[in-house]
Structures are given as structure tokens and as C-alpha cells.
Nanobody, 120 residues
Framework: QVHLVEFGGGLVQAGGSLRLSCAAS????????MGWYRQTPGNERELVAT????????????SDSVKGRFTISRDNDKDKNTVYLQMNSLKPEDTAVYYC?????????WGQGTQVTVSS
């Protein structure tokens, strides 16, 4: 089992920045993916950004709506399996509950979600 703990949500004005972090613990395997998704009421959860650890390289992927504004990164140290989402130039439409996800070939886990609210 993998346990995910998220930090960093909150209220920010449009144009501001927030940084989310998600720490994974438990049955972590060497080749895995982590990422951030978001959901607003009445809508499906959508991809924001993901990063896959492949040997010594990380491969990242972004939704078009956040490219150039958000940056995903991860700390793959043995005792830290943490993924970060640096969110800059935030817009009111970025308001959502943001969920961390961990998955590998055999497992798929979600965090509890953290609220991000961007005021205009």
C-alpha cells in the first residue's frame, strides 16, 4: 500500500503563486509515476501534470491549460518520494481541489485532495 500526504493548498489572488507538495510512503517501487490532477464540482477529475521516474531521468507531461505556468518536479531520494507542483501566474479557472496520484505497474493511489482557490 502507498500513503500520500498533500500540502500547500490555499487562497491566492490571480497572478500569484502556490506550491503543492505530495509525500508518498509505503510500497514504493523504483519505476513509478506521480502527478497532480484537479477537480471542480460537477466535473470529472482532469490531469494537470505528471512525472515518471525512469532510471535516472524524469519525464514530465502537462495539460495545455497549465503549460508554461506550472512546473512539476520530484525528489527521488531513497527516503523521500515527494512530488511538487509549482503554480505560477494563477488564474481563477485554476480553482479546484488538487489531488496527488501515485501509480506503477501494479498499484494506483490517490491523495485526499487539497483546495486551491484563486480569487480575481
Amino acid at each position: 500500500q502507498v500513503h500520500l500526504v498533500e500540502f500547500g493548498g490555499g487562497l491566492v489572488q490571480a497572478g500569484g503563486s502556490l506550491r503543492l507538495s505530495c509525500a508518498a510512503s509505503g510500497n514504493i517501487v523504483s519505476i513509478n509515476s506521480m502527478g497532480w490532477y484537479r477537480q471542480t464540482p460537477g466535473n470529472e477529475r482532469e490531469l494537470v501534470a505528471t512525472v515518471t521516474a525512469v532510471t535516472s531521468d524524469d519525464m514530465s507531461n502537462y495539460s495545455d491549460s497549465v503549460k508554461g505556468r506550472f512546473t512539476i518536479s520530484r525528489d527521488n531520494d531513497k527516503d523521500k518520494n515527494t512530488v511538487y507542483l509549482q503554480m505560477n501566474s494563477l488564474k481563477p479557472e485554476d480553482t479546484a481541489v488538487y489531488y496527488c496520484r501515485y501509480w506503477d505497474s501494479a498499484q494506483n493511489y490517490w491523495g485526499q485532495g487539497t483546495q486551491v482557490t484563486v480569487s480575481s
